[in-house]
């Protein structure tokens, strides 16, 4: 997968809506919030051009039941893909549009941990603007590696979620 980042795009929050919507039509009672989430939700921040999107529901087990309409989406039903109580989806092959991040309303550290660092990025702008020169620079050595690129980032984002849950729960 090529590792792009781009300038901000004012027409991500138009994306997300159009496809949160299309999310609720098929989750219908189970949904219970939907959360624009990642870099594309915090305008100014230099991010790769994907849509991350976190339903929040009452069973994340009955979530597996919608996988068939998910996947006439286009999407990618991947289970919980490494993260425990999670379903994760995601779109467009290795020009990813769109990620679904799924949680059961009681799981309230991955929720939280989501969006404490979303909303503390969007109210600290130095930080915001050091992450987004962070990912731009490993986007330039790594534009092949996607997994270099991640790891790069891996010490920068663990110290920003414990901040950003920090400044999240005093707020």
Known sequence: MNVVVTGYNDNWKQMFREEAQKIKNIFGDELIDIHHIGSTSVPGLIAKPVIDIMPVVKDIEKIDSYNEQMIGLDY??????GLKGR????????????QV?????ENKEDINRHLAVRDYLRTHSE?????????????KQFPNDIEAYMNGKDTFVKELERIALDWYRNN
């Open 127 to 139: 930080e915001a603007i050091q992450y987004g020169n962070l990912k731009e620079s490993l986007a």
């Open 87 to 98: 379903r994760y989806f995601r779109k467009g092959g290795d020009n990813r549009t769109h």
């Open 76 to 81: 990618e039903c991947m289970g919980e893909f």
């Open 101 to 105: 991040h799924v949680f059961q309303v």
